[in-house]
């Protein structure tokens, strides 16, 4: 957790850097600084306004952890969807109008983990077969996807005074197919008579959970920010 958390650290300081720059190198063009909610989790935003009409450029960070319990494959787990991502998008803009289209790129950390949850004592239901809770332990898993992935989407700016102002954005980031992985903390010291059964195993839960995790391939992402205008 360490070398997770001190890469959001790291990233947050790229992203206030980079606002600096625009802050100090666009004197001539509007800038602006927001803080958004959604599906992508907590985040803050930039926008330069570049001397090209109807368009704007956007960099921001979102970051957050969802945590609930469920069925995945054939086993319950206590999940983690683990957010961690940063991004670059050209807006295009509508004259007269609230609306724009979204085009852009997210460097993506983000991961679903997944931790068994206790049985009570009841066996495990692996990949179609049964195995005692000594023999298996915890089940962890972790999901990843591609570590660049692109966005479309489209938005509405509405702005009051020309200062404050709220962005409302809807669309899809492409997060490509998972990559999943399964592990039994009690694998190595099960006797070898069950590896040998519950390997195999293993490998049928995780491609069961491959297939579960697919549906996270193209995430919908919703937002709402809050947004100052210099």
């Given at each position: ?11 947050l ?14 004197a ?14 907590l ?12 368009f ?22 206590d ?39 206790d ?10 077969g ?9 089940l ?9 992935a ?8 509405f ?8 962005n ?6 492409w ?56």
């Amino acid at each position: 957790m360490l070398g997770h958390n001190t890469m959001k650290f790291r990233t947050l300081n790229a992203l206030l850097a980079a606002v600096a720059l625009l802050a100090t190198g666009t004197a001539t063009a509007d800038f602006g600084v927001g803080i958004k909610a959604g599906t992508l989790g907590l985040g803050v935003e930039a926008r330069w306004d570049p001397p090209v009409p109807w368009f704007d450029v956007r960099v921001g960070l979102n970051s957050y952890d969802y945590k609930e319990s469920g069925g995945f494959a054939s086993v319950d787990y206590d999940a983690t969807l683990a957010l961690d991502n940063y991004y670059l998008t050209g807006n295009f803009k509508f004259p007269a109008s609230p609306f724009r289209l979204t085009l852009g790129a997210y460097s993506n950390g983000n991961e679903i983990q997944l931790v068994s949850q206790d049985t009570g004592g009841a066996d495990f239901n692996i990949g179609g077969g049964s195995f005692s809770p000594d023999d298996v332990g915890v089940l962890h898993s972790v999901t990843s996807f591609g570590s660049t992935a692109p966005y479309a989407g489209v938005g509405f700016d509405f702005e009051v005074f020309g200062k404050a102002g709220l962005n409302l954005d809807f669309g899809v980031l492409w997060q490509g197919e998972p990559s999943v992985t399964l592990e039994a903390s009690g694998f190595d010291a099960a006797p070898p008579l069950v590896q040998d059964v519950l390997g195999p195993a293993l490998e049928l839960e995780r491609q069961a959970l491959e297939d579960d995790m697919s549906d996270y391939k193209a995430y919908p992402v919703v937002s709402l920010s809050f947004v100052y205008n210099f």
